[in-house]
């Protein structure tokens, strides 16, 4: 399935996640299995968690950016409107691409 997933762009030019294990560099093209980290203040839902559509209202893009994604044994995972309305949790997952904005244009 491809998917779509918020990335923390770091000064250096690397990925990470946003919230949880947010020390790990992410890899371009490379099958990552998902990792269990259990997170204080954060709910329990181990996996890579991802959209249909590069859209998260809830969350600001301030310092992130889109990445399109492979993901393989995905359980959807159905979210308020505000939130996007539907998440999928996904066991392995491949970053095929990433977006960014600069100066209103798209770069992939």
């Known amino acids: 399935m491809i998917a779509y997933k918020l990335f923390?762009?770091?000064k250096n030019g690397t990925i990470g996640s946003l919230f949880i294990?947010?020390?790990q560099v992410l890899p371009?093209?490379?099958w990552l299995p998902a990792e269990d980290h259990l997170t204080k203040g954060y709910a329990h839902r181990p996996g890579w968690h991802v959209?249909?559509?590069p859209?998260?209202?809830h969350l600001s893009m301030v310092?992130?950016?889109w990445g399109k994604v492979e993901v393989q044994d995905v359980t959807p995972f159905k979210r308020p409107?505000?939130?996007g309305s539907m998440w999928y949790i996904a066991k392995r997952m491949r970053i095929?691409?990433?977006e960014r904005e600069e100066n209103g244009d798209i770069i992939k």
């Open 8 to 10: 923390k762009l770091r």
């Open 55 to 57: 859209v998260a209202p």
């Open 21 to 23: 294990n947010t020390r």
């Open 51 to 53: 959209t249909c559509k």
């Open 81 to 83: 409107t505000a939130q």
């Open 96 to 98: 095929i691409s990433i």
């Open 28 to 30: 371009l093209n490379k």
């Open 63 to 65: 310092g992130r950016v």
